[in-house]
């Protein structure tokens, strides 16, 4: 496996998993090789257009940034120096490689300064501006693609696949921007080999809503392989393509509770 320097979350899931025993090259490219396979055989004998499911946030993309954006906002507001000028500044001075998936978490871990009831009023605050901007159009323009992600989908294509671009993300709040820097940063996304699934509004729970959306590819299109940073998602995944490669993008993820799967591979980048 190709090493990250970036901080990671923690998971009993993550613990627990009997991950496959195959470095991160050898599963990226059995993942092409089984694409250009399938692909050939429905060109000689038709059947469904062969697909290469990608999760947005914290798997092909990273939202560091984007977190790390609005929380340096926040620390310069009135506000933010009014709890506590102190906090203010040590977030101003936070490394972005260093964020975890909770601003608890992200305190924890880099030392945040001055009393813990301070703190706790700081992290309130910070999170209802951080709330209010991270699921815009205008903030995920900030986020930038993980190392190998842009050239790996476009391989995906390339080997006669389609990349669909199966997200938590909304239509509504976030559907604009996506598509725009989805655009942006190479990825391929002309309707003829990607396809790009948003909640239609916020609020529907990520499991439930991946569950349906995986249901209805079923109907045209048959999932090789479905990338996420989520382990509550596997076992939905494994529900509706038993037979896909399941592969773990070890970045930040929630403390959700997960299910385990019988077969998982896990990457931390899509360099090969």
């Known amino acids: 496996m190709i090493t990250s320097q970036t901080s990671k979350s923690t998971h009993p899931w993550i613990e627990n998993a009997k991950f496959e025993p195959l470095a991160q090259k050898e599963v990226l490219e059995g993942i092409l090789e089984q694409v250009r396979r399938e692909s050939r055989a429905r060109i000689r004998g038709g059947g469904k257009p062969v697909k290469v499911i990608f999760d947005l946030d914290s798997t092909i993309f990273d939202v560091k940034p984007r977190s790390l954006r609005i929380l340096k906002e926040f620390a310069q507001t009135a506000r933010a120096h009014e709890i506590s000028s102190e906090i203010a500044e040590w977030s101003l001075s936070l490394p972005g490689f260093k964020l975890l998936y909770t601003m608890e978490e992200s305190a924890r871990a880099n030392g945040i300064p001055g009393p813990e009831e301070k703190a706790r009023a700081y992290l309130k605050e910070a999170f209802r501006y951080?709330?209010?901007?991270?699921?815009?159009?205008?903030?995920?323009?900030?986020?930038h693609p993980t190392p190998g992600a842009v050239d790996y989908a476009n391989r995906v294509v390339d080997s006669g696949g389609t990349a669909v671009y199966l997200t938590g993300r909304d239509w509504p709040g976030m559907g604009r921007g996506t598509i725009a820097m989805l655009e942006h940063w190479g990825f391929p996304v002309h309707p003829s080999v990607s396809e790009a699934i948003l909640k239609p509004y916020a609020g529907l729970d990520d499991v439930e809503f991946k569950d349906g959306a995986l249901r209805d590819l079923r109907v045209n299109g048959n999932?090789?392989?479905?990338?996420?940073?989520?382990?509550?998602?596997?076992?939905?995944?494994?529900?509706?393509?038993?037979?896909?490669?399941?592969?773990?993008f070890h970045s930040n993820c929630s403390a959700k509770e997960a299910k385990g799967v019988s077969r998982i591979y896990r990457i931390e980048n899509f360099l090969t």
């Open 223 to 248: 999932a090789v392989a479905l990338f996420d940073n989520e382990p509550a998602n596997f076992h939905v995944f494994e529900k509706n393509f038993p037979e896909a490669w399941l592969v773990f």
């Open 130 to 143: 951080w709330l209010d901007r991270f699921f815009t159009h205008q903030y995920v323009t900030v986020d």
